[in-house]
């Protein structure tokens, strides 16, 4: 029953190294001389700062790739609208107004400057009563019952 015994503690190790020490250069050298698996490998750029270098072939990947790019709206659209806005006797800023949108982005449309959003384009085409989307551009918009 002495194995059961409370009181008595045996510690048959010590603490090991530290990690630092471990990867020491003399810590590999003393595990070699004691007959220990010692295993060491290199790593790629070790110690340099090299993680966000551009290979010659990512360069040329990127040189090669086109920039991507929106379709903006058309001359023809902006013209169109500026000419059912002057026909209805509305600023830029009035046809704003009536369709709920900032000054801004009725000049971008004009100007072409515009990615077209059919929302915005559905609102100027009732606003001014001519098509911008479609075949018929500059067009009246016939007006007949709606569809539910």
Do not use: C, F
């Not at 059961?4 to 010590?14: E, I, N, Y």
């Not at 993680?51 to 659209?77: C, M």
């Not at 990615?115 to 009732?126: C, M, S, Y």
Request: proline letters at 4%; charged letters at 30%.
């Amino acid at each position: 029953m002495a194995e059961s015994d409370w009181d008595t503690v045996t510690v048959l190790r010590k603490k090991g190294p530290t990690a630092a020490q471990a990867k020491s250069k003399q810590a590999t050298l003393a595990a070699q001389r004691r007959g220990e698996d010692v295993e060491t490998s290199k790593k790629w750029a070790a110690g340099q700062n090299k993680q966000h270098s551009i290979t010659k072939n990512t360069a040329k990947l990127d040189r090669e790739t086109e920039e991507p790019h929106h379709d903006r709206v058309t001359l023809v659209v902006g013209k169109v609208i500026q000419r059912g806005r002057q026909s209805n006797g509305l600023t830029q800023k009035d046809l704003a107004t009536k369709i709920n949108e900032k000054p801004q982005v009725i000049a971008d449309y004009e100007s072409g400057r515009a990615i077209p959003n059919n929302q915005v384009l559905g609102k100027i085409e009732r606003a001014i009563g001519l098509k911008l989307r479609g075949k018929d551009i500059g067009k009246p918009i016939e007006k007949g019952p709606r569809a539910k």
